[in-house]
Nanobody, 123 residues
Framework: QVQLVESGGGSVQAGGSLTLSCAAN????????MGWFRQAPGKEREGVAG????????SYADSVKGRFTISRDNANNTLYLQMNSLKPEDTGMYYC????????????????WGQGTQVTVSS
């Protein structure tokens, strides 16, 4: 049974930083793709960043490039999202996801989702 548990969300002022963590219990390194998504109130869920486990390659949404960094600690089966220079528009519920390969930003490629962690950025 795969269980993804996010942590690290909170409230921060614009320009600040947060690091999100996702403990991937039961999801082994034989998986293909992990990612971070976010959803703001009244908006659709959108892909923020993805990482392909077999080669460690990463991809980002244009809105977060240069500010966010996705990484994975294979030994501890934990996914991270380092978020710097946060903006009010980064506010939302952030979800960790794991699943098959393919397009990292396609939510349909993911089989497992965490419960989400709230990030609030004030101006």
């Amino acid at each position: 049974q795969v269980q993804l548990v996010e942590s690290g969300g909170g409230s921060v002022q614009a320009g600040g930083s947060l690091t999100l963590s996702c403990a991937a219990n039961g999801y082994t390194s034989s998986g293909y793709l992990m990612g971070w998504f976010r959803q703001a109130p009244g908006k659709e869920r959108e892909g923020v960043a993805g990482i392909y486990i077999f080669d460690g390659s990463t991809s980002y949404a244009d809105s977060v490039k240069g500010r966010f960094t996705i990484s994975r600690d294979n030994a501890n089966n934990t996914l991270y999202l380092q978020m710097n220079s946060l903006k009010p528009e980064d506010t939302g519920m952030y979800y960790c996801a794991a699943g098959r390969g393919g397009s990292w930003f396609d939510a349909g490629r993911y089989d497992y989702w965490g419960q989400g962690t709230q990030v609030t950025v004030s101006s």
